[in-house]
């Protein structure tokens, strides 16, 4: 009887031992899915910067042909 109490303890152990590293494995799949984001979210941002700075450009053009044409 005491070792079918024991094999019954150890299955147990191990089921919970399972568990947590699945517990563990998808936290880090979160962890992974979320900095993946916060990436895109900076390539957005980025983009939107250079996106700024090409206006800020043709402003600029504008503003020197103008310049040109006063002279």
Do not use: A, D, L
Request: hydrophobic share 5%.
């Amino acid at each position: 009887m005491g070792r079918q109490r024991y094999r019954e303890v150890e299955v147990e152990r191990e089921r919970e031992r399972e568990r947590e590293r699945e517990r563990e494995r998808r936290e880090r799949e979160r962890e992974r899915e979320r900095e993946r984001e916060r990436e895109r979210g900076r390539e957005g941002v980025s983009e939107r910067e250079r996106e700024r700075e090409r206006e800020r450009e043709r402003v600029r053009e504008r503003k020197r042909e103008r310049e040109r044409e006063r002279e």
